[in-house]
């Protein structure tokens, strides 16, 4: 595809359930972030991975919270038993290689309500 | 730890007008910086980062080390403009972003 494809694009939930959200980097782009945009908190970030693996999980708020990313593409974000502060748009970018100086490109979001 | 600050959440102009976003970080090391822009309805991207040292859209901005500010400027601005605009550090050497809470930019016609 043209850039990074997230989906859903809104999701709406009852507490206590599980959902997942998922992320298509562009093609060939090594380096994938997930951030989360939330009133008052801004954008913060979640978790980067480098190919499959991810050296920095540390913006992950909870245990709850995980992801995992196959065949160096598709990632999905994973939150168990959702709560109302959970509810926040969900970012994914890609960048072709990952560096401090690297531009990334982002998606559109997934906008997750917690009911 | 890092840490950007936008101090304005609103900004208002007239078109034509100067326009200067500010932006002010905390960060012990050679951070490197950007400007990030999302237009209504669109996705957030990239305008423009200091190690480019570019001029995207009639906008520019310098990295002041002494003042710590990523400044970001335009002499005449657009109604086109308008939009939101997020200035981010990143510190660590895979590009984990820190950003700012971001600033509303409206032109005014």
């Known amino acids: 595809g043209a850039g990074v494809s997230q989906s859903p694009s809104n999701k709406v939930t009852e507490k206590g359930k599980d959902v997942e959200l998922r992320c298509d980097p562009i093609?060939?782009?090594?380096?994938l972030y997930w951030y989360r945009q939330s009133l008052g908190q801004g954008l913060e970030f979640l978790i980067y991975?480098?190919?499959?693996?991810?050296?920095?999980k540390s913006g992950l708020p909870s245990d709850r919270f995980s992801a995992e990313r196959t065949g160096g593409s598709v990632s999905t974000l994973t939150i168990q038993r959702t709560q109302q502060e959970d509810s926040a748009v969900y970012l994914c970018?890609?960048?072709?290689?990952?560096?401090?100086?690297?531009?990334?490109?982002f998606g559109d979001g997934t906008r997750l309500s917690i009911l | 730890a890092q840490r950007v600050t936008q101090p304005e959440k609103l900004l208002s102009v007239f078109k034509g007008a100067p326009v200067e976003l500010k932006c002010n970080y905390s960060?012990?090391?050679?951070?490197?910086l950007f400007w990030y822009v999302q237009y209504s309805r669109q996705r957030l991207q990239l305008l423009l980062r200091?190690?480019s040292r570019e001029s995207i859209k009639g906008f520019t901005a310098d990295l002041n080390k002494g003042e710590t500010s990523f400044h970001l400027k335009k002499p005449f601005a657009q109604e086109e403009d308008s939009a939101m605009y997020y200035c981010?550090?990143?510190?660590?050497?895979?590009?984990?972003?820190?950003f700012g809470q971001g600033t509303i930019l409206t032109v005014h016609p």
């Open positions: 970018a890609s960048s072709h290689l990952w560096g401090s100086n690297q531009p990334q490109h």
């Open positions: 093609s060939g782009h090594t380096a």
């Open positions: 991975f480098q190919g499959n693996s991810a050296p920095d």
């Open positions: 960060y012990s090391g050679s951070p490197e």
């Open positions: 200091h190690i």
């Open positions: 981010a550090l990143s510190g660590t050497s895979y590009g984990k972003l820190t």
